[in-house]
């Protein structure tokens, strides 16, 4: 009942920020499904989003407890596996240097699929961690690999990115770099598949409440009628149509090139309730095999020494001032990398960020504006998601009649949490 509840609401959202032109009921009208508090701004009113939000976080937490408290022996399960990796770690023997090396392995492994999991999860306005994360990461491998005519070193750690001494077997060519990149790609692309996978769940709900059928037969209603329908009900028609004909291996192909419609590929599939294993199959094989793979192929392509050599010849063309800095930004990188430091503590050469006359070095304005950038994106996706959470806990609060959604800490306090006699701030 909980989650069916939680369903309606969350489609009931959709259909209002998707924009579609269809007229309500009066019933819809008295209760206020408009009203400008649905679309509650952190700008405006920071205080009321942080405050729906955290009930709402409340709501997920109290929902998280009763579904684990239903599952007693999951439970006693995982306790026990906790109990015997304590008592593990705890013993000091012969396995200890094993058993760090695989938390090492794992903890690296689980960092990636993390940043995976937000860039697709849906949370605020998406955080673009391929381009903030695995990018970088990639460019920086292969830039180091360049610089020391190999891939014999190691990327995390306290000696990571440092060249050994004598050249391993595995020289810097196009395979190697690949293979060294593979594990963080795979596994990005693993936690993207899985940040698919709440929009499917959501609507399959629905379906299976019977409230998503009523909406998909009335587009295609409107559809035959030659009515108008706004882009996103004319891409939700125009998936299923795909999907229907070419199943698996259209799921496949979606998922496999840069898609930003997938949403509604995984909407459609829960929908119209294509098999779990089915859907998350064709998507981890898309994103995790496929686009991740393409996607580190084309970094490692585009920071190759030929690439780079090539890019540098164009500039010198066109700007000789654009070919000096540039070639300056790639051997300071390069040599930072292959030394072990820090980018953005090198100088232009290696021991300074100052030119004299006391003007600010290019370089350093680079590095600042980027870091700014990212700072900017950070900040930019904690207030959109704080607005989502905001936003979700008054689209049930409403699906449950509550005229004050801030009056209760949940939804539906009597199933999903305690009461509060909290007010709006």
């Not at 795909?242 to 199943?247: D, E, I, K, V």
């Not at 259209?250 to 929908?271: E, K, R, S, W």
């Not at 089915?278 to 998507?283: E, P, Q, S």
């Not at 800095?325 to 503590?345: D, I, M, N, T």
Request: hydrophobic content about 45%; aromatic content about 10%; proline content about 4%.
């Amino acid at each position: 009942m909980v989650r069916k509840r939680r369903s309606r609401a969350r489609i009931q959202r959709s259909s209002l920020q998707s924009g579609a032109a269809e007229p309500h009921s009066g019933a819809a009208a008295a209760r206020g499904d408009h009203e400008p508090q649905d679309q509650v701004s952190f700008l405006r009113s920071p205080l009321k989003v942080s405050y729906y939000s955290s009930l709402y976080v409340r709501q997920q937490l109290w929902i998280a407890s009763r579904y684990v408290a239903q599952h007693p022996r999951a439970l006693a399960r995982m306790a026990a596996l906790g109990a015997v990796y304590i008592a593990l770690h705890a013993m000091n023997g012969p396995h200890s240097g094993t058993l760090r090396s695989v938390d090492g392995r794992v903890g690296w492994c689980l960092y990636w699929v993390v940043l995976g999991v937000l860039s697709s999860v849906g949370l605020g306005a998406g955080l673009h961690t391929f381009v903030l994360f695995l990018g970088p990461h990639i460019a920086r491998v292969t830039l180091t690999a360049h610089e020391c005519a190999s891939v014999s070193f190691a990327v995390r750690g306290a000696g990571a990115f440092q060249c050994a001494r004598s050249a391993g077997p595995d020289l810097a060519s196009f395979a190697a770099i690949m293979r060294k990149v593979l594990v963080e790609s795979l596994c990005w692309g693993a936690g993207t598949a899985v940040g698919e996978l709440p929009p499917y769940f959501i609507a399959r709900a629905a379906s299976v409440a019977g409230t998503g059928e009523a909406e998909h037969q009335r587009l295609q209603r409107q559809a035959a009628a030659g009515g108008a329908l706004a882009l996103k009900d004319r891409a939700l028609l125009r998936i299923y149509g795909l999907l229907q004909r070419f199943g698996f291996v259209g799921i496949l192909v979606f998922a496999a090139i840069p898609n930003p419609l997938f949403d509604l590929a995984g909407i459609t599939c829960g929908h119209f309730k294509v098999p779990f294993w089915t859907f998350f199959g064709a998507t981890f094989l898309g994103k995790s095999v496929i686009k991740s793979t393409l996607q580190a192929s084309v970094v490692v392509t585009a920071f190759s020494k030929e690439t780079v050599a090539g890019v540098l010849a164009f500039l010198g063309r066109v700007s000789p001032y654009a070919h000096d800095l540039a070639e300056r930004v790639f051997r300071q990188q390069a040599a930072a990398f292959a030394a072990g430091r820090s980018p953005a503590s090198a100088g232009p050469a290696g021991d300074g960020s100052t030119h004299g006359g006391g003007h600010s070095d290019p370089l350093s304005l680079l590095g600042s504006a980027w870091s700014a950038g990212v700072s900017l994106m950070l900040i930019y996706f904690v207030i959109t998601t704080l607005e989502t959470f905001a936003q979700s806990y008054i689209a049930d609060a409403k699906s449950c009649g509550q005229q004050r959604p801030a009056r209760q800490a949940g939804a539906c306090a009597s199933d999903d949490g305690p009461h509060t006699s909290q007010r709006t701030p």
